[in-house]
């Protein structure tokens, strides 16, 4: 007998017999409950037979060991899952996510700056704030001088390293409107790039940015030390 090809997607009857060997108690009408109730999502085939991917299988182990172990309702690990889906990790004990915990941005330009938190998160207003630890007040000034903008209904991780920053530049008494002009020279500075991009054949985006941190910061240390 074949072995089934999880690149192409298993059968439900496939996904227990892989479910089992971990969660003893769980069964064909427990998984199709949990599709029900949006928890998973599988594909369909034309016929309409349900096709798991791999990140579906990951979802309802996710789901079943939360209710065996952390007797999480079905309510609250909906909650988790939607807050992994935006990058962050939800907290032990069924609490929300804490965008507070994510880790400190290195301390040095270089390439190493680039994806500390990633793109990929997508964080509430409130949960921007809670992770930079600024104001309302703060977020409405950064975001009237386009310092930190929205991606459609959400702040990805850059977002937090610019409210973190002009947070510490506040404490100086330098205030946003202040920093327009480092806004007036990354949006060169990306001029820049994306013409250099247009006429190469692979994508050096992320080293060309981290390039331009690092011109930029010994410019800055070479002016200041005159």
């Known amino acids: 007998m074949a072995k089934p090809d999880p ?8 996904v227990l017999q892989l479910l089992q060997a971990e969660f003893a108690d769980v069964t064909i009408s427990k998984i199709r409950f949990l599709e029900a109730e949006g928890l998973v999502t599988p ?8 096709k798991f991917a791999a990140a579906d299988i990951e979802r309802l182990r996710y789901v079943l060991a939360a209710q065996r172990d952390q007797y999480l ?12 889906e935006r990058g962050l990790r939800p907290t032990p004990g069924g609490r929300p996510a804490a965008p507070e915990n994510l880790p400190e941005p290195p301390g040095l330009p270089g390439a190493e700056d680039f994806g500390v938190y990633g793109t990929e998160l997508k964080l509430t207003r ?21 310092l ?13 390293l610019v409210a973190r920053t002009a947070a510490e530049f506040a404490e100086y008494g330098i205030e ?3 920093l327009r002009p480092f806004r007036t020279a990354a949006d060169r500075e990306v001029g ?3 013409q250099v991009i247009s ?13 331009a941190v690092r011109l930029h910061a010994a410019l800055v240390r070479s002016r200041l030390a005159r």
Request: hydrophobic share 40%; no cysteine; aromatic share 2%.
């Open 43 to 50: 594909a369909r085939t034309v016929s309409g037979y349900r």
């Open 199 to 211: 006429q190469r054949r692979d994508d050096k985006t992320q080293e060309l940015a981290a390039l």
């Open 73 to 84: 309702p079905l309510r609250v690990i909906k909650e988790h899952l939607g807050a992994m």
């Open 192 to 194: 820049l790039i994306e």
């Open 126 to 146: 409130e949960e921007l704030r809670a992770a930079a630890g600024i104001t309302p007040e703060l977020l409405d000034q950064l975001e009237s001088h386009n």
């Open 7 to 14: 690149a192409a997607g298993l059968s439900i009857g496939e």
């Open 148 to 160: 930190v903008v929205a991606r459609g209904n959400h702040y990805d991780g850059d977002a937090i």
């Open 176 to 178: 946003p409107r202040h």
